[in-house]
């Protein structure tokens, strides 16, 4: 039998496809566990462009997989339907471009999404940045003995909150000289956001050189990308640890100065001094991670931190 000479057009197209389509499957296991770089690269330029490309480029043949048998099943309804093949092929080359158009506006799937919700929580440092540059070690640093205010030492003090004359009493009594203006600070009692006896630790375990006041916890992937990759705070919970680590050399002390209570922290460098996020990235080239050098797993970066975005800072 002869098909039936009949005129194909895009509404008849229209009407014999799907009213979705799912071009790009992504399986419970795929994430951005090991593109941290690709991370990175979105905080540094505060946009998620790069992470856009990337997707893109992983999924770039299996969308165009689905879309290459989505024609075909399209060109076969046609044909069922009664048109004559070579009329329905001819259709089809000359209006490729839109009938393609129209699959890609009824895709529903989520590739970034789904890698996004499948991808661990983050494993993070922030940063103290001072125009004192750094700590170094215990043994060097006690050498001249601890100075306050004019040195990182100094910095960290005011930093956890700590009331000066109680560092330097509890210090000099355990042999360690401390010089300068060490006043009494009665507005800081009892609201030191770590202890006395985490803080002495932390300072005679330290054992290399340019070392930084480092918070550690956890980032949610995709409430940073929430952010726009621009994140104007972070709020550390209570619980979470602190201490002094050193990406350069790869040393520091313990890490073990607990926090009292949340910490709020402004990503914000002014005059050499303030705060910066880092992903603490193994496969870094040029800086080492907590995790190459302690060896430790995600667990040890404690809870998830807050994230407050630059928008929501200027709302």
């Known amino acids: 039998m002869e098909k039936e000479n009949k005129e194909l057009t895009m509404n008849f197209i229209r009407s014999v496809m799907e009213d979705s389509y799912t071009l790009v499957w992504v399986n419970y296991d795929d994430n951005l566990n090991e593109n941290l770089d ?34 075909e099943d399209i060109k076969s309804n046609c044909i069922n339907e009664g048109f004559d093949e070579d009329a329905v092929v001819e259709f089809m080359d000359d209006n490729r471009d ?29 940063e103290m940045l001072s125009n004192y540059d750094c700590i170094n070690s215990h043994w060097l640093e006690s050498q001249g003995g601890y100075v306050y205010p004019d040195s990182y030492f100094g910095d960290m003090v005011d930093a956890l909150n700590l009331n000066p004359a109680k560092v330097k009493r509890f210090l000099t009594e355990k042999g360690i000289a401390v ?3 060490c006043h009494y600070r009665r507005s800081r009692d009892g609201k030191e956001l770590v202890s006395y006896e985490d803080f002495h ?12 006041l480092t918070y550690i916890g956890k980032i949610n992937l995709k409430e940073l990308y929430e952010s726009g990759f621009s994140v104007a705070k972070v709020t550390i919970p209570k619980d979470n640890y602190c201490g002094i ?11 073990d100065m ?11 460098i002014k005059d050499y001094h303030g705060y910066r996020l880092m992903i603490d990235n193994p496969r870094k080239k040029y800086d080492y991670s907590i995790r190459q050098v302690y060896g430790v797993s995600d667990s040890f970066f404690g809870e ?4 407050t975005s630059a928008n929501q800072q200027t709302a």
């Open 304 to 307: 998830t931190v807050k994230l």
């Open 201 to 212: 630790r932390e300072l005679v375990n330290s054992c290399c050189g340019a070392n930084l």
């Open 258 to 268: 607990k926090l009292r209570e949340d910490v709020t922290l402004e990503l914000k």
């Open 245 to 255: 680590f050193s990406s350069m050399y790869g040393g520091g002390s313990v890490l």
């Open 179 to 181: 010089y300068g203006r």
């Open 98 to 126: 839109d009938i393609v158009n129209i699959i890609y506006e009824r895709d529903d799937s989520d590739a970034l999404g789904d890698l996004l919700k499948n991808t661990d929580d983050i494993p993070v440092r922030i």
């Open 38 to 71: 690709v991370i990175e690269t979105c905080m540094k330029e505060k946009s998620a462009m790069t992470l856009y490309d990337k997707t893109d480029d992983w999924y770039r043949d299996a969308r165009w997989h689905s879309v290459s048998q989505i024609l």
